[in-house]
């Protein structure tokens, strides 16, 4: 015999009501449980069967009267429809909860639907990921704490130092003055060599005191033209530039914020290595560009110099580290390490792009929105 369409379609009722795997739960005004889906049943290890009649304070919760949050109280009172997020110890987790009125013919509330989503993983990744951000912020800021401590420490060593060495350069240029030729030419290479140790160190301490200065120096912004940054920065390097012939030109500059000491120290580090490490058999070219690339500027010192080999085009960035010989270039290893720094005061991003023999191409990003 055809089954009728009624029959049908209460069979596929059942069937969706059971394969839904949300926790779902039918109660009468009287708190009584008047079906439950399997999964609401597997989940308190019962079968749907035995939930009926059981009042649903005593399976869900365990207690002999409803608590104070039961969303079925609440909802019996307003007559409206109810969400929360509770943990279930009998269901076995942490539970979004909505409770939708069931009216009868005459518009009464006469019971509510239960629909219980189980959400403890999700609740347990938001915990472990609270405890990861915790732990995040109490590292960044124990390295904030002794990255400062190690500001303050370089600044004060250095400086503390600088008179000692003061002393001992002055005595050690003072004993070669007097007694250079006098004794024999062991004494002199000895004095030689102590006099160029404690200016070499003298030049050391100077600049990590300038490094230590960009990490711990929080100066406001402003507006700077750095066309009269980079006309300042040749100013400074007026005497190098006459002994090597060197030829600086730039296009048009924009007008950014910045740290206008520090945006002078850095183009004035750039192109007084542009001009150190120029070609043996031409004069130092050295051009300036700014390129307007959207939310920032891409800054260009592009040089005819001798060029950097790929395998050290990040290593120059490293404090202290060198690619010559001190004979051959002199300095600490620390110009560009700076440079650095102080782009990274600016919020932005250094590198270069360079072939051995072939010049460089120093490039450099600035926000032209900084915060």
């Not at 070669?176 to 002199?188: C, I, P």
């Not at 950014?256 to 290595?273: C, E, H, K, R, Y």
Request: proline share 4%.
């Amino acid at each position: 015999m055809t089954k009728s369409p009624f029959i049908m379609i209460k069979e596929e009722w059942e069937r969706t009501f059971d394969a839904i795997p949300d926790l779902i739960a039918i109660l009468d005004e009287e708190h009584n449980v008047t079906r439950v889906n399997q999964a609401m049943a597997d989940t308190l290890g019962v079968s749907p069967e035995s939930c009926i009649g059981v009042k649903c304070f005593k399976a869900v919760h365990g207690s002999n009267c409803p608590p104070d949050f039961c969303p079925h109280s609440k909802l019996l009172k307003d007559g409206k429809e109810h969400t929360s997020e509770v943990y279930e110890e009998n269901l076995g987790g942490y539970f979004i909860v909505t409770v939708s009125p069931i009216y009868d013919d005459k518009g009464k509330v006469a019971g509510s639907v239960h629909v219980a989503r189980n959400i403890t993983n999700r609740r347990e990744m938001e915990d472990n990921l609270k405890i990861a951000l915790e732990a995040k912020k109490n590292l960044v800021k124990e390295l904030k704490r002794s990255n400062k401590e190690l500001e303050q420490f370089a600044y004060m060593a250095s400086h503390d130092l600088q008179e000692p060495l003061r002393m001992v350069t002055s005595f050690v240029k003072l004993l070669e003055k007097r007694y250079k030729g006098q004794l024999d030419s062991n004494a002199d290479e000895y004095i030689y060599y102590a006099v160029d140790g404690a200016e070499r160190m003298q030049k050391l301490i100077k600049d990590l005191l300038t490094y230590s200065r960009i990490t711990s120096k929080n100066e406001e912004f402003e507006l700077v033209n750095l066309e009269s940054i980079v006309d300042k920065s040749i100013l400074n390097l007026t005497v190098s530039i006459k002994e090597n012939n060197a030829r600086i030109t730039y296009d048009a500059l924009p007008t950014i914020m910045a740290d206008p000491s520090l945006i002078t120290q850095l183009f004035q580090n750039l192109v007084g290595n542009a001009i150190k490490f120029r070609a043996e058999d031409e004069a130092p070219e050295i051009h300036v560009k700014a390129e307007d690339n959207g939310d920032e500027w891409i800054f260009q010192v592009i040089d005819n110099g001798i060029g950097i080999d790929s395998q050290h085009k990040d290593l120059i960035f490293e404090v202290f580290q060198r690619l010559h010989e001190k004979n051959e270039y002199p300095g600490t290893g620390i110009g560009l390490s700076m440079c650095q720094k102080i782009i990274e005061r600016h919020n932005g991003d250094i590198w270069v792009e360079s072939e051995l023999g072939e010049g460089s191409k120093f490039c450099f990003t600035i926000p032209k929105s900084i915060e």
